[in-house]
T-cell receptor, first 119, second 112 residues
Framework: AQKITQTQPGMFVQEKEAVTLDCTYD???????LFWYKQPSSGEMIFLIYQGSYDQQNATEGRYSLNFQKARKSANLVISASQLGDSAMYFCAMREGGSYGGATNKLIFGTGTLLAVQP | EAQVTQNPRYLITVTGKKLTVTCSQN?????MSWYRQDPGLGLRQIYYSMNVEVTDKGDVPEGYKVSRKEKRNFPLILESPSPNQTSLYFC???????????FGEGSRLTVL
């Protein structure tokens, strides 16, 4: 069964430093998609970054980058130059059914990592 | 502005009193789904819809119903809410089964 594991329930980081949030996944599909979402205390889910299993390069979006290590089945999120506004819960997710979500278009979510940025 | 709109955002109700959480998207998306978020469990899919009049169960459908009579709307119906349905609910949509999921702002439901 497909599964996402986030082993860090909570993390602290100093403002302006970089932080890595861990995510490992388990799937037997050769084709899949990996997502990171941010959930601030207000509750909404904000899309951050996407990595397809066949993408040759690691995805980057501004201060966010995804360290994709396919052989290790890991998709860690790296936030550079942390800001106070980065304090939030972060979820890693995988699209079921490969890059093409099939009929359900379902995302399987990890349990999240709560990041606190300290001034 | 492209968005997924849920209502109500917050609701406190009592066991057994039927309620509906509405979801509407203005992006002409075909795929819509409902998730619930519970502490320590992440988000889990309740129901999904591929298009108008096409719906099916997700991972945790018990106690919920949905309908998709129009492309833009996908309401979640709790016929007889129970306390174990106290949760944060998200509606999501995407243009295709390969595209990014756009989430609504969430609806926090408490069943007493």
């Amino acid at each position: 069964a497909q599964k996402i594991t986030q082993t860090q329930p909570g993390m602290f980081v100093q403002e302006k430093e970089a932080v890595t949030l861990d995510c490992t996944y388990d799937t037997s599909d050769p084709s899949y998609g990996l997502f990171w979402y941010k959930q601030p205390s207000s509750g909404e889910m904000i899309f951050l970054i996407y990595q397809g299993s066949y993408d040759q390069q690691n995805a980057t979006e501004g201060r966010y980058s995804l360290n994709f290590q396919k052989a290790r089945k890991s998709a860690n999120l790296v936030i550079s130059a942390s800001q106070l506004g980065d304090s939030a819960m972060y979820f890693c997710a995988m699209r079921e059914g490969g890059s093409y979500g099939g009929a359900t278009n379902k995302l399987i979510f990890g349990t999240g990592t709560l990041l606190a940025v300290q001034p | 502005e492209a968005q997924v709109t849920q209502n109500p955002r917050y609701l406190i109700t009592v066991t057994g009193k039927k309620l509906t959480v509405t979801c509407s998207q203005n992006m002409n998306h075909e795929y819509m789904s409902w998730y619930r978020q519970d502490p320590g469990l992440g988000l889990r899919q309740i129901y999904y819809s591929m298009n108008v009049e096409v719906t099916d169960k997700g991972d945790v459908p018990e106690g919920y119903k949905v309908s998709r009579k129009e492309k833009r709307n996908f309401p979640l119906i709790l016929e007889s809410p129970s306390p174990n349905q106290t949760s944060l609910y998200f509606c999501a949509s995407s243009f295709s089964n390969t595209g990014e999921l756009f989430f609504g702002e969430g609806s926090r439901l408490t069943v007493l």
